[in-house]
T-cell receptor
Framework: GAVVSQHPSRVICKSGTSVKIECRSL??????MFWYRQFPKKSLMLMAT?????????EQGVEKDKFLINHASLTLSTLTVTSAHPEDSSFYIC?????????????FGSGTRLTVV | GENVEQHPSTLSVQEGDSAVIKCTYS??????FPWYKQELGKRPQLIID?????GEKKDQRIAVTLNKTAKHFSLHITETQPEDSAVYFC???????????FGTGTRLKVLA
């Protein structure tokens, strides 16, 4: 089945630094990747939609200069949290889909727990 | 845009009993409705899905029903087991896109 790898699984960083999270589709070409944020005991909030070779589309209220998304290839999308602050601490999770073969089913990455101290 | 509401937020059932979680959606053009199970600190796992051209789908102890007219769909788990304890999310596809709009989640506890 489709597999999406996400790294790192956990990261602790100092306030003001930047953190990069990678999301890779291992056995399929991900035409579209999605980045979600999840607060403790809350639902998944869509942050942005990432299409290979084009600029990401951000959801309302998500700062695109704060959360930089790059989808450089059909198998890799990255989310960089720039100048991180404690309020950016959260669980970030990506999902990927191959629109040409999909039946709408997502494959989720394993998630990244970011803690900003 | 699409809006998905999910109820209840928490649900406790005795082992062996049934559990039902309900979701309503707003966009009548939505045509795909997956259900995910998420254990603490882990990724959501797809457990069942249904398309708008089907009214019901079943997979062993899990079933999903869809009422397009009323714009709601439900997850039914029968003969619940302790390992069914998790958070369950419903979702609907925002029409014209592949974006999922998730419900707020239901924390299911199966009591042994």
């Amino acid at each position: 089945g489709a597999v999406v790898s996400q790294h790192p699984s956990r990261v602790i960083c100092k306030s003001g630094t930047s953190v990069k999270i990678e999301c890779r589709s291992l056995d399929f070409q991900a035409t579209t990747m999605f980045w979600y944020r999840q607060f403790p005991k809350k639902s998944l909030m869509l942050m942005a939609t990432s299409n290979e070779g084009s600029k990401a589309t951000y959801e309302q209220g998500v700062e695109k200069d704060k959360f930089l998304i790059n989808h450089a290839s059909l198998t890799l999308s990255t989310l960089t949290v720039t100048s991180a602050h404690p309020e950016d601490s959260s669980f970030y999770i990506c999902s990927a889909i191959d629109e040409y073969f999909s039946n709408y089913g997502y494959t989720f990455g394993s998630g990244t727990r970011l803690t900003v101290v | 845009g699409e809006n998905v509401e999910q109820h209840p937020s928490t649900l406790s059932v005795q082992e062996g009993d049934s559990a039902v979680i309900k979701c309503t959606y707003s966009d009548s053009a939505s045509n795909y409705f997956p259900w995910y199970k998420q254990e603490l600190g882990k990724r959501p796992q797809l457990i069942i899905d249904i398309r708008s051209n089907v009214g019901e789908k079943k997979d062993q102890r899990i079933a999903v029903t869809l009422n397009k007219t009323a714009k709601h769909f439900s997850l039914h788990i029968t003969e619940t087991q302790p390992e069914d304890s998790a958070v369950y999310f419903c979702a609907a596809i925002s029409s014209g896109t592949y974006k999922y709009i998730f419900g707020t989640g239901t924390r299911l506890k199966v009591l042994a």
